[in-house]
Structure formats: structure tokens, C-alpha cells
């Protein structure tokens, strides 16, 4: 049996935004963001703000990705979209995410990478709303192939371990192997669930799990749906 790929949204942090002014820094800026767009634009056009997209450690999902695996996103980011509170219901990105890297600090490795934003009216309110503070988490769609036990080592979905719990004295959590894609990303108001406004196929990572492992039982667990209504 295929497993189909793992998909579900991750919380991040806006950490800046940049003020545009007429420095040598912007001219290497500028030729970042000139290789998404069809005319050259200059730094007065965009809004350009700096997000923390992921890292390596364990979150509160109880999910980590491992080092490669932010290789693999910090590669896959630049030219992915930014929307407005995951609403693709036919609304336009806001923004593209236009270069990336990885950030250290101690022994955080995070994926940072920027997005730029046209200062066009209609995206006038959202720039507003993020250097106001207003939206300042963000949240991202990644799928991947592999949901690893960081216990036993096999996929989540086909064994019995359960994350956030611990088993001596290792606690089970998801190792996100396989990265396919980044999907979106989305800045979100302060303070609200991030998964709000997530599509309908996006989860949190544990009712991701949940989903996952009752469709790997259905053709072979008489009982799994009985149970997950216990
Ligand atoms: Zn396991």
C-alpha cells in the first residue's frame, strides 16, 4: 500500500520587517527579489519581511524536522507564495518568498527566509496590519513523505507509539522525513491557532496522525473506526 504524503501546517514567527532605504545591502536585496519578478522593481515598490519558518527542535506538536530536511525547505522556499490567513479560496498571494537561509543560534538551526510584498493598494492593509503588529505569527504548509517514530525508528502511522509521551527516556515525536513541498505560507493575527483558517485537507501534526493512521488500519482493523468513536 501507497502511503499518501503527510501534509499538515507548522507555526512560525515573523522576526522583521525592513525598512526600504537606499543602501548597498537593498541592491543585493533588489536583485533577489528581480529574479521573481518580470520587471525590474525597485526597493520603494515591496514591503520585505523576515519569517522563522521552522527548526530543529522538538515543537509542541512534538514534531521536529532533522538537519536535512531544513536544507531541503531552505532550497524548496524562494518562490513559494504568501497568502493572507491560508484563505485560498480564490484570493491572490500577497507575497513570494524571494531568498532563504539558514539561521543558528546555539543549537537551533532555523530555515529564515524573507518574502516580499508589492506595496499595491490592494495589499495596502496587509502590509499595515504586519508592521502594526496586528499579524505577526505565521503558519506553513509542508507535505512529506515520511513521519519517522523517533522511538522505534518505522513510520508513525504503522506503529503504536504515541507522540508527546515518553518511553523511558525517550520521548516519541515525529522526525518529518522526505520533504516533497513547501506549500504556502501565511502570516496570521497574534495569538489565534494558526490551523484556523488552514484548508480543509491541513491538520496539526497529531490529528494528521489520527486521519493517517485510521485510513492505514481501515482495510485491515475490522474495529478501527469503532474505536476512534470510543
Ligand atoms: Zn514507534
Not at 531544513?70 to 507575497?95: K, Q
Request: proline share 5%.
Amino acid at each position: 500500500m501507497e502511503l499518501e504524503p503527510f501534509v499538515f501546517s507548522h507555526a512560525g514567527a515573523l522576526v522583521g520587517a525592513r525598512a526600504a532605504s537606499a543602501d548597498n545591502n537593498d541592491d543585493e536585496m533588489m536583485a533577489a527579489v528581480n529574479r521573481f519578478a518580470l520587471r525590474p522593481l525597485c526597493a520603494d515598490e515591496v514591503a520585505v519581511f523576515t519569517l522563522d519558518l521552522c527548526n530543529n527542535q522538538v515543537d509542541k506538536h512534538f514534531s521536529r524536522f532533522p538537519d536535512e530536511e531544513l536544507e531541503r525547505i531552505n532550497r524548496l522556499t524562494p518562490g513559494r507564495p504568501l497568502m493572507e490567513r491560508h484563505d485560498l479560496r480564490g484570493s491572490l498571494p500577497r507575497g513570494t518568498f524571494f531568498r532563504s537561509r539558514l539561521h543558528s543560534e546555539h543549537d537551533c538551526v532555523s530555515v529564515r527566509p524573507e518574502v516580499y510584498v508589492l506595496r499595491a493598494s490592494d495589499n495596502r492593509d496587509f502590509i499595515l496590519n504586519i508592521e502594526g503588529g496586528v499579524y505577526r505569527e505565521t503558519s506553513i504548509g509542508f507535505s512529506f513523505r515520511t513521519p519517522e517514530c523517533a522511538v522505534c525508528g518505522k513510520d508513525l502511522r504503522t506503529c503504536a507509539h504515541i507522540p508527546g509521551r515518553s518511553y523511558g527516556d525517550a520521548l516519541c515525536h515525529f522526525i518529518m522525513r522526505d520533504v516533497l513541498e513547501v506549500i504556502e505560507g501565511s502570516v496570521v493575527p497574534a495569538g489565534s491557532q494558526g490551523t484556523r483558517f488552514v484548508a480543509q485537507q491541513r491538520a496539526t501534526p497529531e490529528t494528521a496522525l489520527v486521519r493517517a493512521r485510521e485510513a492505514w488500519h481501515q482495510p485491515v482493523e475490522l474495529f478501527s473506526k469503532h474505536w476512534a468513536e470510543e
